[in-house]
């Protein structure tokens, strides 16, 4: 295993996980059927369908 040399300052890590935070991927796919942003290859959010056919039931309370 390695060693670090030196102990990463608290003010370095702060910066540092700042920077992996800002990083937000968009969605840049939007569902064939209501047209909602979606991850792509997931199952839509709104409607519950994927590749046009409906996957799960989804409930509108
Ligand atoms: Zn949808």
């Known amino acids: 295993m390695a060693v ?6 608290r003010t370095r890590s702060r910066i540092q996980r700042a920077a992996n935070m800002r990083y937000i991927p968009k969605a840049h796919n939007t569902c064939s059927n209501c047209g909602e942003p979606k991850a792509a290859h997931h199952i839509c959010g709104k409607c519950g369908q994927y590749a046009g056919r409906s996957v799960l039931e989804i409930q509108s309370n």
Request: aromatic share 16%.
């Open 4 to 9: 670090p040399y030196g102990r990463k300052s």
